[in-house]
């Protein structure tokens, strides 16, 4: 039944040998203490069970789908992928009772957790084996219980190994005691997550040999040819020469994409059409999740303005636009109008532009609307990644002019081609490391970054559709702390496409000290992106409060996007004792070492 990548102790016993093609049901509430009837409805329209109170039972186990025509086991909460929507109420103390049911042999691990992502809670509570907690270990139960302190979308996921991959995830939702500043008819979560029937260990493995494995794109000698009728021989050799002495190419946007991934909306594939329902001239309100491990989601409804309410669970002044991208992690709040005509379809593909998934808002079962194509594959180019060509000079050791462990440095922007992003934070210039330096897991070193917030981002850009970028976005709310920063921390995100390794200033998880917080201080923290991915970057226990270039408050985040040679800037108030987790939320990225602790104490940092 299984293929080589899914080999297992003979004794594996499912917890629900459960069959399902093009989409995940949701598993049974039967037993856990709600009246199914009163929830049905809600519970149909997302195929998933919604669990409300202040008291919750979850069991963690392994659950046969079939997304693809082949069979595998999936790590579910209560048998059901996503996992149940939890919904809590704003000054609530809520306890969930999480028991540790994975089977012997399971290939996902004898240890689990669950992370509260977004949620304010005592470092105890949030989930992280080795960091807060021992984890939950097979057979064995963790009781979290803590204070609700805040409203909104937000979501949940295993901080175990690769088990977020396999299914371990689910939304949450936090109805605020007073009145929201927008009205809306109908509410539906909509979950976007990727799902591969390799084993994400086996997936990971692959990363590690063959980086580029699912970069099937590359330019060929009729590209070559193309771009030199068009730009000329010399201007079009000197540019391949310089991808090739950096070891890149300017298709490679994601590490795994949909040659590997089966999109999903709501734990379904677009086959399985998931369907919210409406009535003409209803305001609709979608919470958009991003639960992938990998994979950015530019979102879009042909024929309908998406009017953005809400970002990471924080109101934001109203903002209407035709697009946005979404990060793996963050949540938007978006309101929609239907009318006219009897569906829609709610389009999100991919950053590389590989695959979509889709679902549709339509006034009854069973209609679908046109699905718009996937849009033509964008190339990085050297000011994507804080570089300009005329700036990169060979060494004359097959390398880049200012090479650190393998790639350019001394690269200044293409201002050019930045013409329509913001000129004022060109000038900053990074403090790098010392760590950076000769380090053979860098790379690649950015000189001349900028925040560059105002840009939609790689093959948004000039697409004829109003499409929001992070400028746009402003919080419902003054700054809550009001201080100035007592101190700035610059750290790089660093990394080696090739070894598919990533980090922190060149530092590996493993090799680096916590990052120390002194209790109540108001700090800035600035990251630089020194590498060609996009990156989003979380911080637990604490809000982050990002900033525009001028240094002033822009909006509040739980994740904060990081796209290549970006330099941007939030100020965080560590309000919250103990050890807390700083990564990114690419899950093979973290896994691979893009991540640290840390330590909020109380004293002198």
């Known amino acids: 039944m299984f293929s080589d990548s899914f080999s297992r102790d003979d004794g594996f016993i499912p917890s629900r040998r459960r069959f399902v093609q093009g989409l995940a049901a949701g598993g049974a509430i039967a037993g856990i203490g709600f009246d199914a009837r009163s929830i049905h409805a809600l519970e149909s329209r997302l195929r998933m069970p919604v ?18 025509g082949r069979v595998r086991p999936a790590v579910t909460v209560n048998g059901s992928l996503p996992a149940p929507l939890l919904r809590w109420r704003e000054g609530s103390t809520v306890t969930l009772r999480v028991r540790n049911a994975l089977p012997t042999g399971s290939i996902h691990g004898h240890q689990t957790s669950i992370h509260w992502h977004g949620i304010l809670l005592p470092a105890n509570m949030d989930g992280v084996p080795g960091l807060s907690f021992a984890g939950i270990h097979r057979g064995e139960s963790y ?4 204070d609700v302190r805040q409203t909104g979308t937000y979501w949940y996921h295993s901080h175990s190994g690769f088990q977020e991959q396999a299914g371990l995830y689910g939304p949450l939702i936090i109805d605020p005691i007073a009145p929201e500043p927008f009205s809306y008819d109908r509410d539906y979560v909509v979950m976007l997550s990727d799902w591969t029937d390799l084993s994400p260990s086996a997936l990971f493995s692959r990363l590690k040999k063959m980086a580029g494995y699912d970069n099937r794109h590359k330019r060929t000698i009729g590209d070559f040819l193309r771009d030199a009728g068009r730009n000329g021989f010399t201007a079009t050799a000197s540019e391949r ?5 950096m070891r890149m190419t300017p298709t490679d946007l994601s590490d795994v994409d949909a040659n590997t991934y089966t999109y999903l909306m709501n734990g379904c594939t677009a ?3 998931w369907t919210g329902l409406f009535r003409s001239g209803e305001r609709v309100r979608l919470r958009l999740i991003n639960g992938s491990s990998m994979t950015h989601f530019d979102v879009r409804i042909p024929g309908l303005k998406l009017r953005v309410v809400a970002a990471d669970g924080q109101y934001v002044h109203p903002v209407t636009v035709d697009e946005l991208r979404i990060a793996a992690a963050e949540t938007y709040d978006v309101i929609v109008e239907p009318s006219g005509q009897d569906a829609f379809t709610i389009f999100a593909q991919d950053l590389g532009r590989t695959g979509y998934v889709s679902g549709t808002l339509a006034v009854r079962d069973g209609l679908r609307a046109p699905v718009p194509a996937v849009d033509p594959r964008p190339l990085l180019s050297m000011s994507d990644m804080g570089h300009a060509m005329q700036a990169i000079q060979p060494t004359g050791d097959g390398g880049m002019k200012g090479m650190e462990g393998g790639c350019g440095a001394n690269m200044g922007h293409d201002m050019s081609s930045m013409a329509s992003h913001d000129m004022s934070a060109m000038a900053r210039v990074p403090n790098h490391p010392p760590s950076e330096n000769r380090n053979p897991l860098v790379d690649m070193r950015v000189e001349s ?11 948004l850009r000039k697409n004829s559709r109003d499409v929001l970028s992070y400028s746009r976005l402003r919080s419902l709310f003054d700054d809550p702390d009001g201080r100035e920063p007592g101190r700035e921390v610059e750290l790089h995100l660093t990394g080696h496409m090739e070894k598919f390794a990533w980090s ?6 493993s090799d680096a000290e916590p990052l120390r917080l002194n ?8 990251l ?5 991915m996009t990156h989003p970057i979380h911080l637990h226990g604490l809000w982050s409060d990002l900033e525009d270039e001028a240094g002033e408050f822009l909006v509040r985040k739980h994740t904060v996007d990081m796209p290549p040679g970006t330099r941007r800037s939030y100020r965080v108030r560590a309000d919250a004792l103990g050890q807390w987790a700083y990564h990114c939320h690419l899950l093979y990225h973290m896994e691979a070492g893009m991540m640290r602790t840390v330590s909020v104490e109380e004293g002198g940092v």
């Open 51 to 68: 669990l409300t109170g202040t008291e919750f039972d979850l069991s963690i186990g392994e659950t046969l789908v079939d997304f693809t």
């Open 143 to 146: 009781l979290y219980r803590f």
């Open 241 to 245: 020469g310089m991808w090739g002495r």
């Open 271 to 273: 086959l399985g059409n």
């Open 449 to 459: 970054p900028s925040a560059r917030l105002d840009d939609p981002g790689i093959g």
């Open 504 to 509: 922190f200033d060149g530092l590996k998880f």
């Open 519 to 526: 209790y109540g201080e108001r700090l800035r923290i600035v």
């Open 528 to 532: 630089v992106n020194d590498t060609m």
